[in-house]
């Protein structure tokens, strides 16, 4: 079975940086392509940054392009989603996911989340 727990979320203000971690185990971290989503309330899960198992391929939806860099650390098991210059509409549960095969913006796709770590920009 394999198991995401994310880490980082927390309060900060807008124009600020955050670094949030998801760390993967139970299985090979590598054979699994990656993905990053959130959900602000009210809205529907939004797909948010995606990464190839070996790392060399990204994604990323068109409002994040830019300010949010995706990576991965085979050797921790660890992907990261490094944020830049916050928004108060960035707000939201942000959600580690891995997926069977290549990476994708559709949430469905994904195999395995983890809980979720918020995310709260302040103006």
């Known amino acids: 079975q394999v198991q995401l727990v994310e880490s980082g979320g927390g309060l900060v203000q807008a124009g600020d940086s955050r670094r949030l971690s998801c760390v993967v185990s139970?299985?090979?971290?590598?054979?699994?392509?990656m993905g990053w989503f959130r959900q602000a309330p009210g809205k529907e899960r939004e797909f948010v940054s995606g990464?190839?198992?070996?790392?060399?391929?990204?994604d990323y939806a068109d409002s994040m392009k830019g300010r949010f860099t995706i990576s991965r650390d085979n050797t921790k098991n660890t992907v990261y989603l490094q944020m830049t210059a916050l928004k108060p509409e960035d707000t939201a549960v942000y959600y580690c996911?891995?997926?069977?095969?290549?990476?994708?913006?559709?949430?469905?796709?994904?195999?395995?989340w983890g809980q979720g770590t918020q995310v709260t920009v302040s103006s």
């Open positions: 996911a891995a997926k069977l095969g290549y990476y994708g913006d559709y949430a469905a796709g994904y195999n395995y």
């Open positions: 139970g299985d090979t971290f590598s054979s699994y392509g």
């Open positions: 990464i190839s198992w070996t790392g060399r391929k990204t």
